[in-house]
């Protein structure tokens, strides 16, 4: 259909029509923060050509060129939605195949290059004979990160079972009315004394800077209690770790603990922890508990400890033991600010978890 305009032909666009499904799509691209830009702005143009408006008035209102509006209107009118997105491009054939792939990951599995204790991307390149970036694309691919390690300690005990079984539905499910705390010590923190500051690298980033020589002042022990039901923490520091400080700091814990309150005490196997007979007669409403041999992960102190180590101590400057047990103190008394319970998340590692080889992990 045509219609006459100052003298001049103009053509009037075809009407568009659409779902109640399709509509809804297009709004959710047209609003949506994570959708894919071109997409955002095709869902947009269909968006007004539904509201029945000729090309040139939406080019106008969206600051594009009529040319475009036509284009994704008339490919919406023949594939619906799916004309909205890009067609298949045939691209730069692949110059390296499957088997590139399949090398690389045999090679790693070999011996590295006389001199090395591991591959890196140069090697690994030269012994299979692609370049450098084709390989790290592969690895990259098949998430392979060559430089990064990460240790694993399985227990070897073996009531490894019950024992975590134990401690674990202590976290998950405590006795009614009962008291479950998580106790550790952290032996033989340094006070280390050293000049601190900044310094630009030669990349032009400002990084903290710190002198690589420094001064011993001393160290100290530090006896930590968790209340698991609260996550508020009690701590002291000593001079030694034997078993009298361990148990002069049980005693400090337990006189804010009522003697008709059942107490479950979660310890690791440090030597210090056992043979405690006497203080437990003492005592009959404290339990210990002792995680598996090798895994004092199950004791949620430690999360704390790591907490304290990242924040407090590491890269800090002491110029003797009082400052070190200030910057603990500090801490401690901050942390109580917003202290919460911890969630249980750790995940049972097993054997089945190791594999011997790479292409175990990515066939």
């Known amino acids: 259909m045509t219609f006459i305009l100052g003298g001049k032909m103009s053509r009037q666009a075809i009407t568009l029509n659409c779902t ?119 690895l990259r691919k098949e998430g392979i990160q060559l430089q990064r390690s990460r240790t694993w300690c399985v227990s070897t005990d073996k009531e490894f079972s019950k024992k975590s079984a134990d401690i674990i539905g202590l976290y998950l499910n405590p006795p009614e009315n009962a008291l479950v705390i998580c106790i550790d010590e952290k032996p033989s923190i340094q006070a280390i004394e050293r000049k601190r500051g900044y310094v630009e690298t030669s990349s032009g980033k400002i990084v903290q800077g710190m002198k690589s ?87 949620q102190v430690e999360i704390w400890f790591g907490m304290l180590s990242r924040k407090a101590l590491k890269n800090g400057s002491f110029s003797n033991i009082e400052d070190l047990k200030k910057a603990i103190e500090n801490f401690v008394e901050v942390y109580h600010e917003n202290a919460k319970p911890f969630v249980w998340r750790k995940r049972e590692v097993k054997g089945a978890q190791l594999k011997n080889t790479i292409m175990n992990f990515c066939n």
């Open 20 to 138: 109640e499904d399709e509509k809804k799509q297009l709004e959710k691209w047209s609003n949506g923060a994570k959708v894919e830009k071109r997409l955002h702005a095709r869902s947009r143009i269909i968006l007004c050509c539904l509201k029945n408006k000729r090309n040139i008035e939406i080019a106008a209102e969206l600051n594009i060129s009529r040319f475009t509006v036509a284009k994704w209107r008339n490919r919406f009118i023949e594939q619906g939605l799916a004309g909205l997105t890009d067609s298949p491009r045939s691209g730069t054939p692949k110059k390296y195949d499957e088997t590139l792939r399949i090398t690389i990951l045999k090679t790693l599995e070999s011996s590295p290059p006389k001199g090395q204790s591991t591959w890196d991307g140069k090697s690994l390149a030269f012994a299979v004979g692609a370049s450098v970036d084709a390989v790290w694309r592969i």
């Open 213 to 299: 020589t420094y001064k011993r002042n001393g160290t100290l022990n530090l006896f930590a209690a968790l209340n698991v039901a609260t996550g508020k923490i009690k701590t002291q520091t000593t001079k030694q770790k034997k078993r009298p400080e361990f148990q002069a700091f049980l005693d400090e814990v337990m006189k804010e603990v009522s003697l008709e309150q059942h107490v479950h005490v979660i310890l690791d196997n440090y030597s210090t922890h056992k043979r405690n007979d006497d203080w437990l007669s003492k005592h009959p409403n404290v339990t210990f508990h002792f995680t598996p041999t090798s895994a004092s992960w199950l004791n």
